[in-house]
């Protein structure tokens, strides 16, 4: 079946699905990174081409899962991994995305993030980004975990350049940055991609995404991501270390929500009313 999934075009126009992903506690000791590599490529095979990995995911293993789900079928994916704060200085950046490459088993990452601030200047990190570029290592570099005034900040200090990206933690149960980062980001022209997009999985079951569910013949889960697919600009990133839940994910892109579903999440899971600042997990 090949993939009708909404689109999020970034600034210069590349394409990416609008719902990705995730690999956090893949490569772990006691995971299966057969099953998860497995997960992956049923991804891919349905068109979700965007995956996140981390150099932090499981020590470098995530990366190493993530690997083996591209061989022999790198050409169409776009990964995006990052870099630990305490190794974003002028050379541990390089050295850690080359080190990223080796496991992950390719020559380019496409886009590659500051996992959150750290000590090191933004300036030195985003010289670092610019040297990976102009060697083609990666294609493009952003951030995450940035507020509002990091990514004013960053901007001021980066330009010229200019981040792809920022990727925030952002669900149903998280709407802080509705209030403010949100609609700064699609002005900017920014997308935001949205990390644990069902709360680690908590809104699993949540009675309220059950009974929009039933009305969609849907799970909840669908349901929790549907919501963000109605976000522009947003790419929701959801792990699943199963081929059968990651298909199930996929679909939620087939629900169309409407005006009282909307009503009924808007009333269980309140949109901000006022700035809170970056929550972070
Ligand atoms: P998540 O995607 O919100 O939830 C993952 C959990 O939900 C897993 O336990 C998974 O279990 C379960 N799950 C997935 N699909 C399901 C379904 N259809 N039905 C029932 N359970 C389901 O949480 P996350 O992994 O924290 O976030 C997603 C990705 O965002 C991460 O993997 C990582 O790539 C990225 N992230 C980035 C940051 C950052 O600081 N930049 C922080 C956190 C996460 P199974 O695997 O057993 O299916």
Known sequence: MKAELPAVTFPGGRQVPALGLGT?????????????AASLRAGLDLGMTLIDTAEMYADGGAETVVGEAIR?????????????????????TIAACETSLKRLGTDHIELYLLHWRGNHPLAETVEAFETLKAQGKIGAWGVSNFDQDDMVELLD?????????????????RRGIEYDLLRWS?????PIMAYSPLDEGRLV???????????HHASS???????LLTKPGVIAIPKSGSPERVRENFRASEIRLTSEDLRLLNEAFPPPT????????
Request: proline fraction near 7%.
């Open 24 to 36: 956090w506690h893949m490569g772990e000791s006691g995971s299966s990174p057969a099953e998860e």
């Open 157 to 173: 200090v980066a330009e010229p350049a200019r981040p792809l990206a920022n990727q925030v933690l952002y669900n149903l149960a």
């Open 274 to 281: 006022r700035k809170r600042p970056l929550e972070m997990i």
């Open 186 to 190: 699609q002005v900017q022209g920014v």
């Open 221 to 227: 889960a669908q349901v929790a991501l549907a919501f």
């Open 72 to 92: 022999g079928r790198r050409d169409g994916v776009f990964v995006v991994s990052k870099v630990l704060p305490h190794n974003a200085s002028r050379t541990g």
């Open 205 to 215: 079951g949540h009675p309220v995404l059950e009974e929009i569910g039933r009305i």
